[in-house]
């Protein structure tokens, strides 16, 4: 069945440091892709998405790539913020939404 | 602009203990979804209801009943507490899966954290 695997955390960064999350999936067809991010005490809410090979979904200065041919939708941010940590999940949606185990994200100042 | 509304956010309760899990949601979703979320396992869908009176299993159902009586709500009930389900408990929902309306995006209410000693 269809699946994602996120890096696991939790990822330490300094305050300014550029972010990679990375994110691969295994799906039949051509799902979406979403990144999701909850921050402390607070629910799921979307982040980007990309609905199609090639697309880019851009918030906040976080960006995705869809690349079919790497299976993969990998989380960047050029420069991060205090305000940033958070934890995020990556997700696809075939005919059913799948989330991968969330990775943790803390910046120092 | 409530979106989903999720009661209570906390509880605590004994082993073997029952308890009802409220959810609301004001978008006229056609579906409604109950996850729960663990250290090191992110997100587990629980059940799911695709419209009222259609209910269906999830990954992880076993001691959790739902139903679906009306488009906004969507209880979670736990017939009998138990320690492994000590949990962060979501409800999400969403136009259907399938539809045009539909781009796979799903609405979070804020969370119930569920203690059973």
């Known amino acids: 069945g269809d699946s994602v695997t996120q890096m696991e955390g939790p990822v330490t960064l300094s305050e300014e440091a550029f972010l990679t999350i990375n994110c691969t999936y295994t799906a039949t067809g051509y799902p979406s892709l979403f990144w999701y991010v909850q921050y402390p005490g607070e629910g799921l809410q979307l982040l980007l998405k990309a609905t199609k090979a090639d697309d880019k979904g851009s918030n906040k200065g976080f960006e995705a790539t869809y690349r079919k041919e790497t299976t993969s939708f990998h989380l960047e941010k050029g420069s991060v913020q205090v305000s940033d940590s958070a934890v995020y999940f990556c997700?696809?949606?075939?005919?059913?939404?799948?989330f991968g185990a969330g990775t943790i994200l803390r910046v120092k100042s | 602009n409530a979106g989903v509304t999720q009661t209570p956010k906390f509880q605590v309760l004994k082993t073997g203990q029952s308890m009802t899990l409220q959810c609301a949601q004001d978008?006229?979703?056609?579906?409604m979804s109950w996850y729960r979320q663990d250290p090191g396992m992110g997100l587990r869908l629980i059940h799911y209801s695709v419209g009222a009176g259609i209910t269906d299993q999830g990954e992880v159902p076993n001691g959790y009943n739902v139903s679906r009586s009306t488009t906004e709500d969507f209880p979670l009930r736990l017939l009998s507490a138990a320690p492994s389900q000590t949990s962060v408990y979501f409800c999400a929902s969403s136009y259907l899966p399938g539809g045009t309306d539909n781009t796979g995006e799903l609405f979070f209410g804020e969370g119930s954290r569920l203690t059973v000693l």
């Open positions: 997700a696809l949606y075939g005919n059913k939404l799948v």
């Open positions: 978008m006229n979703h056609e579906y």
